[in-house]
């Protein structure tokens, strides 16, 4: 296997309505230290700092986030190289201007993408994870992450996984992937050994351009006129922002990892979560005997099931029984 190193590549221009009021397009949630003392976004610098396995992240993210991620990396001592989307346009857009900056620095690089507003909690478990999948992407297939359902989530995307890749029982070829279903089909592809699919890839970079290329060429065209009609500011890469607005608006999903017929998914063993709803959060959170969560200066008084949030000024909370309730300063 070749010691190239690994290029990590954090997508953090989304706003995270769903965490609204506390997640907005000012303050988004990646940039929140929504889960403990860092934000999401610096969890995941940390999670990619090992030296021997990554080089040095790329992250891809709004204009308007410049300086949140760059202070933030600094604030965790991550050297990073960040790039400016002048506009939203999904994953699509972002993943493409990925493997294309990964191409340039070395032909054939492997790269992993991860979303910065995502919580995993057994770091070491989720690098033994990459390391299963490295030999597959190598090898030229896209390594998508699934992770076995403890619960039937309507909000997730399932993965039907197959026949074994070499010799790692947890490297698999994947057959399906199924959108977020109902919850008797949630229930059903849990009984079936489905996985939960949590949006993160390893993939060659030579590979993601060819995938690019026949399933999605306008994307790839646009972000690549977008690269080389950048520009440099204050040390961000700043994608030209009428070639960018050239790309069509879709997802990786949608774009390539559904599509493609070379893809492999491997089985994580670490605890994850999109944090995607308050609901996502307090499930993540440490809770007292009665369920109940705080973040911030918060005290549940008789109360359960509740998630106190306050960023400032102590909130108390008395005599509220519910299912996952918040109350939010």
Known sequence: M???????VLLAGGAGSRLWPVSRDSLPKQFQPLTGPLSTFQQTLERVSDPILFEDPIVITNDGFRFFAERQAEAVSRPVSLVLEPCRRDSAAAVAVAALLAEQAHSG??????????VILDDDLFLDAVRSGLEAALDGRIVVFGLRPTEPKTSFGYIRPGARVGENDDVRLVEAFVEKPNRDNALA??????LWN??????????MIREFEE????????ARRSIEAARTDQGFMQLDANA???APKTSIDYAIIERTRNIAVVVGRFRWSDIGSWDAIWEILPRDQDGNATLGRGIAVDSRNCLVHSEGMLTTVVGRHGSHCRFDR
């Open 109 to 118: 690089s492997p790269v992993l993408v991860l979303a910065a507003d995502h």
């Open 215 to 222: 399933f999605a060429p306008a994307v790839l065209a646009a």
């Open 2 to 8: 070749t010691t190239a190193r690994i290029i990590p």
């Open 198 to 207: 949590s949006g993160n890839f390893l993939f060659r970079s030579d590979v």
């Open 189 to 194: 592809y849990l009984k079936a050994g489905y």
């Open 244 to 246: 960018f607005a050239a």
